[in-house]
């Protein structure tokens, strides 16, 4: 698929305040510093459409671009922010499950995974989270230009297998990086497969 046109439309912490069109979207969430506004970055082909951070925490809010005029894509904060305090990152920011449980054009959303970390709890509950609300979603492996191809092969299929303890099956799983542009091919073909605009 190629993209045309990529514009930011809003940010805010309100679903009900969201773009109103029924338009398919996609969303991206992980842990902050996974990678999330740098992928949306690199699928795009636009340097700095999401604000991208060194720093943990930089996506503070629900932001969505409008692609080709007729589709979304969600750059949403991370979570299991370690200066963030227990309970909060235990209430997890109500904004973003709001999000998830009430926003009926999410098609798909895709859950980021540093390629070089093992399985954390904070993932896996989140993956258990979509998977109770019946939220389809694929892993992207982020990061990947920081291993070496036989490391790469090698932890995700440790990861693989680790879900396997968790999972019946499992989901699709992409690998990528912004930095080297890699995987973009394969999450646009995958967007433009489910995507029935
Ligand atoms: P929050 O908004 O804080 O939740 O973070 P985020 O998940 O949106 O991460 P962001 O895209 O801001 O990137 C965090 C840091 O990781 C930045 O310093 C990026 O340059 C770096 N980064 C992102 N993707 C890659 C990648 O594929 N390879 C490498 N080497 N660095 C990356
Ligand atoms: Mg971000």
Redesign the pocket.
């Known amino acids: 698929m190629k993209i045309k046109s990529a514009e930011f439309i809003i940010s805010n912490s309100d679903v009900g305040k969201c773009p109103t069109q029924s338009l398919p979207e996609y969303a ?1 969430i ?13 699928l795009t082909s636009r340097k700095s459409l ?11 809010l629900i932001n969505h671009f409008l692609i080709n005029k007729n589709w979304f894509l969600v ?4 979570y299991g ?1 370690a200066r963030v305090s227990k309970s909060s990152k235990k209430k997890f920011q109500k904004f973003i499950t709001n999000y998830f449980e009430q926003r009926k054009q999410l098609v798909s959303a895709f859950v ?1 995974i540093d390629i070089r970390h093992k399985p954390q709890p904070v993932d896996l509950e989140f993956m258990q989270y979509l998977g109770e609300k019946e939220i389809p979603f694929s892993i992207i492996f ?5 291993l070496k191809p036989k490391a790469i092969e090698k932890h995700v299929e440790d990861y693989c297998n680790n879900l396997l303890q968790y999972w019946e099956e499992l989901p699709l799983h992409f690998i ?5 542009t ?1 995987g973009k091919d394969e999450v646009l073909e995958f967007i433009s497969d489910t995507n029935d605009e």
């Not at 992980?30 to 690199?42: A, D, P």
């Open positions: 991206f992980g842990r902050s510093n996974v990678g999330k506004s740098s992928l949306i970055n690199m999401a604000k991208t951070s060194g720093r943990p925490g930089k996506t503070q750059d949403l904060p991370g922010y980021l982020t990061k990947a230009d920081k990528t990086s912004s930095s080297k890699i």
